[in-house]
């Protein structure tokens, strides 16, 4: 078979593949996570997007709730997605901590309240009192802004002053300072003399 | 070991809760190792300071299981009960309800058992007989090897 005839058959293979993928594409409003790192369907374009954009948010009480910094985010019309660019968000609290947290890659699901983060995630708890809180990192979190909490199935590692502690899957309350570690818990604590 | 005071604290369990004053509670097959002092449970909760050090260990099993050797000569300690307090700081562990602890052939049951790990003594308490308390203290005591 002629060189040009492989080609010409590689050809069709390539397109069939793609037209195969294609059509299987998953619903385009699936809320569910990108389980692989896969870039967002980025051929069809953003209906508007905003280069090193602080977004903050006030409560009803006139208090800033949380402030969001990226490179860029881009809003996406055909599933009213934002894609958010290296994100940095600080959720503040009156009374208990504040966390701030970042990652390479994240996006805002419809409606705005649900975001997704991956790719070196950090949560860094910057408590009241000036000590140094806890480290959370992971590779995937998803943080619900109207409840105040994060959640994660992928493996976590919590940092404090004197511990490291590993798990797999971790819910985040930020308001009560509470962290549940769903599995696979393994904790070292270190002693102070 | 006394050394064990020095040693990092390890943890394993099934699921972690990590509440807001520092306080840690770990449940399902819970393992605590430092040095050669381990603890297990159904359920453990760890106690720190301010500074973030722990400072008491409480375990919950059917029963909570606590082992340690004293010294390098000698056997290991053990001790089991419905709830164990390891108190780091006075260095004393507490076997509360249905306790039993083996020091080196010995053996003694009662309603609860303190084992001060310094001093490697043990005081034990049953019900008060004036309370018609069934479960008095019972130590059997090995032959010393000297004889």
């Known amino acids: 078979m002629g060189f040009k005839r492989i080609t010409t058959l ?7 593949y ?3 993928t294609f059509l299987n594409q998953p619903d385009a409003f699936n809320l569910t996570a990108p389980t692989s790192d896969k870039k967002e369907d980025t051929a069809i374009s953003p209906d508007f997007f905003m280069e090193s954009p602080v977004i903050t948010q006030y409560t009803a009480q006139g208090e800033r709730d949380y402030i969001v910094v990226s490179e860029k985010i881009s809003h996406f019309p055909h599933n009213d997605i ?3 660019d290296q994100p940095d968000i600080l959720i503040t609290r009156k009374q208990s901590s504040d966390w701030h947290t970042t990652s390479r890659q994240g996006r805002i699901l419809p409606g705005g309240d649900v975001m997704e983060l ?5 949560v860094r708890e910057q408590k009241t009192t000036g000590n140094p809180g806890m480290i959370i990192t992971t590779e995937f979190l998803t943080v619900y802004a109207e409840q105040n909490q994060a959640k994660t199935k992928r493996p976590v590692t919590i940092k404090t002053v004197n511990s490291v502690v590993n798990a797999v899957g971790m819910n985040t309350y930020l308001d009560e300072e509470r962290v549940e570690l769903l599995s ?3 904790g070292t604590y270190e002693v102070q003399d | 070991l006394p050394a064990d005071r020095e040693k990092p604290i ?3 369990s099934d699921s972690a809760n990590a509440e807001k004053d520092g306080i840690r509670i770990l449940t399902g097959n819970v393992v605590i190792t430092q040095g050669t002092i381990k603890i297990t449970g159904h359920k453990v909760t760890i106690y720190t300071d301010k500074q973030g050090n722990i400072n008491k260990v409480i375990a919950l099993g059917s029963p909570a299981h606590y082992e340690e050797k004293p010294e390098p000569n000698k056997e290991l300690i053990r001790a089991y009960g419905k709830k164990i307090n390891y ?5 004393r562990v507490e076997i509360i309800v249905n306790a039993k602890l083996f020091q080196e052939g010995n053996k003694f049951t009662g309603k609860r058992i303190d084992y001060n790990m310094k001093t490697q003594t043990v005081n034990a308490k049953g019900d008060s007989s004036k309370a018609g308390g069934k479960q008095r203290v ?3 005591l090995q032959p010393t090897k000297t004889k």
Not at chain 1, 10 to 16: A, E, Q
Not at chain 1, 118 to 122: A, E, G, L, M, Y
Not at chain 2, 87 to 91: H, N
């Open chain 1, 10 to 16: 590689i050809l069709l293979l390539i397109l069939g």
């Open chain 1, 18 to 20: 793609g037209l195969f």
């Open chain 1, 82 to 84: 934002s894609l958010i």
């Open chain 1, 118 to 122: 991956w790719d070196n995630v950090v």
């Open chain 1, 184 to 186: 696979n818990v393994r």
């Open chain 2, 10 to 12: 390890h943890a394993k």
């Open chain 2, 87 to 91: 108190m780091i700081p006075q260095e």
């Open chain 2, 138 to 140: 019972e130590m059997i």
